[in-house]
């Protein structure tokens, strides 16, 4: 059987994509004088306060009470699963009951998918009352309140679970005295000597987790001992195995210290010297150090270079030209794209021109629109969105497709929308180039696609893939109407792919006028039963008090090649979980 290729750039786009879209800001942004919207006139503004999100009312009377009641109506693993994390997402306390009395209990469920999915809800839901905290800590260091919940040991996969759940616990805006123990409990964790492989790498995303966006003062010293803490770990003499799971550490760090922390150049020549080879780590390590680099470096030509950024860009170049594992080249292209400056423009324009159009020229075309994007807030670079559109008019290859529509969105090159709206028209029928189409005219924020959008939504009830990118491309550019098609797709809906996309969609868009139906699909015993769990999982995005995704800031910018099981396995990782 043949193997996925885990080297494509849509496995990228998969796990960042949520940095650029905004599926649930679009509604609910006023629009201010100056703004490109200002100028769309009427239409936009009605778009912008049209919000159809459900009110405090209908989450605590309809929604959490139907997920409770689902979720104690059965033993089936799917759904309980689906109603623990959609009550999460929700992360409000009902008058009846508290979310940690209908999660703790599933701490000592006999399915081991269920008990861990328990234990990182508790932190999802970002209730950090002193009982949640101290039953969360003594998880993770399988003590104490952890341990009656488990009735025994902690296993090392829940304990995992429990570590990302601290980790966005703290990140959910807890005081800094919170954030300060759960740190100290997520290093004791990081040094203890039976630290099992899960468990590592928890830990050292909740520390980054728990450090991220602190104010002030102690804002600031809680940044700077988690670096320490991680980058101390990082030198902990460890054999070929381990430094799977040390891999982890440069992304975390980067994306605490970022360009102008005190210690970034430090860290910029560290990494460099482990990009070049001049410090012997393996594959995976070199991966994130060229990840970390793009967050921490400088252009070469910025006035704050120093002698660490130049080397920097330069051996990150090289590794994009030579390095001996693809992937290393890849992410190598990415960082200069993110690192942005003149010199790297030109280098990835001449290196988009020679490249192989199925394996490197992707990843350099999103590199490209990455830099775009960065240099030019408000507008499209003309050379750069030129280059791009060329290739795309001429491009047959799927991946190479997909890649340069999303690659024009990033740079907001709306004068290559027509090219995308054609392509979308010319090639519907294939599902990967007409759905980034899709997305393309959304990042760009084409409103004069969003007629046709519509059309494709209608059109593509058998053809979940392009239904998902059309309707994400609709909810990123905030058109809330295409939810009453998507309403009617729900009714009567058999078919399993076609009625998780439409959930999935209205999820996004999260419109309060499908709970209703919604909640009768989670009842339906006729369904199936992941029909039904995809119910649960609309349900409890519909109502989700945040903007992204819960797991969006574990996903941005880590290296998800060095995985272990809980981090993603493509099923039920930390990064997997819906």
């Known amino acids: 059987m043949l193997e996925d290729d885990?080297?494509?750039?849509?496995?990228?786009?998969d796990h960042?994509?949520?940095?650029?879209?905004?599926?649930?800001?679009?509604?609910?942004?006023a629009v201010q004088t100056g703004s490109d919207d200002f100028y769309l006139g009427a239409t936009r503004r009605a778009l912008a306060v049209d919000t159809v999100r459900p009110d405090a009312a209908m989450v605590t009377q309809v929604i959490l009470p139907a997920l409770r009641r689902a979720i104690d109506r059965t033993d089936q693993r799917d759904i309980q699963s689906s109603c623990l994390m959609a009550m999460a997402k929700i992360g409000r306390n009902h008058p009846d009951f508290t979310l940690r009395e209908v999660f703790a209990p599933r701490l000592r469920n006999a399915d081991q998918e269920v008990r861990e999915t328990a234990a990182l809800a508790l932190g999802v839901a970002g209730i950090a009352d002193p009982a949640t905290l101290e039953l969360m800590i003594d998880l993770v260091l399988d003590r104490g309140r952890g341990r009656e919940a488990s009735a025994g040991d902690v296993d090392e996969r829940v304990r995992s679970f429990a570590a990302y759940g601290l980790g966005l616990l703290a990140d959910a805006g807890v005081v800094h005295a919170v954030r300060r123990e759960i740190f100290t409990a997520l290093q004791q964790a990081l040094a203890s000597d039976d630290l099992g492989r899960n468990l590592e790498?928890?830990?050292?995303?909740?520390?980054g987790l728990c450090a991220r966006g602190g104010a002030g003062y102690q804002g600031a010293r809680l940044r700077d001992d988690a670096i320490e803490t991680l980058a101390q770990h990082f030198d902990r003499r460890a054999g070929p195995?381990?430094?799977w799971m040390l891999a982890h550490?440069?992304?975390?760090?980067a994306r605490l210290a970022g360009r102008d922390h005190a210690r970034s150049r430090v860290l910029v020549q560290?990494?460099?010297a482990i990009l070049d080879g001049s410090e012997d780590r393996p594959t995976p390590v070199q991966q994130s150090c060229a990840l970390a680099l793009g967050q921490l470096a400088r252009p070469g030509d910025d006035e704050r270079a120093d002698d660490a950024d130049r080397e920097a860009v330069k051996a990150l170049r090289e590794a994009s030209a030579s390095h001996r594992d693809a992937q290393t080249r890849y992410f190598s292209l990415l960082a200069l794209g993110q690192i942005g400056g003149a010199d790297n423009r030109t280098f990835l324009l001449q290196t988009f021109d020679r490249a192989r159009k199925t394996q490197e020229k992707p990843w350099c075309g999103i590199a490209l629109g990455l830099l775009a994007r960065a240099a030019n807030a408000h507008g499209a670079d003309g050379e750069i969105s030129a280059r791009l559109r060329q290739e795309y008019e001429n491009a047959k290859e799927?991946?190479?497709t997909g890649a340069l529509a999303v690659a024009l969105g990033l740079s907001r090159a709306l004068d290559a929308a027509p090219v995308l709206r054609r392509r979308l028209l010319d090639d519907e029928h294939q599902e990967d180039v007409a759905g980034y189409a899709c997305i393309g005219l959304s990042l760009m924020k084409d409103r004069s696609a969003l007629a046709q959008l519509r059309s494709v939504v209608g059109r593509s009830t058998r053809r979940p893939v392009l239904l998902t990118q059309a309707t994400t491309a609709l909810g990123n550019m905030g058109d809330q109407r295409i939810a009453e098609d998507l309403h009617e797709m729900l009714d009567g809906e058999v078919n399993l792919a076609r009625f998780a996309a439409v959930a999935g969609a209205l999820s996004r868009i999260g419109d309060r006028r499908s709970v209703d139906r919604l909640i009768t699909a989670l009842f339906d015993d006729e369904r199936p039963t992941l029909a039904r769990a995809f119910a649960a999982v609309a349900l409890g995005g519909i109502a989700d008090r945040r903007d992204h995704p819960w797991n969006t800031p574990i996903a941005v910018d880590s290296n998800y090649r060095a995985a272990v099981e809980t981090f993603t396995d493509r099923q039920a990782g930390v990064l997997d979980i819906l």
């Open 398 to 400: 799927p991946g190479l």
């Open 270 to 272: 560290r990494y460099t």
């Open 241 to 243: 195995g381990r430094q």
């Open 16 to 29: 960042n994509k949520n940095a650029f879209l905004d599926l649930r800001g679009a509604d609910r942004q």
């Open 6 to 13: 885990l080297t494509t750039w849509d496995l990228w786009w």
């Open 249 to 253: 550490c440069p992304t975390v760090i």
């Open 201 to 207: 790498v928890a830990a050292i995303h909740a520390i």
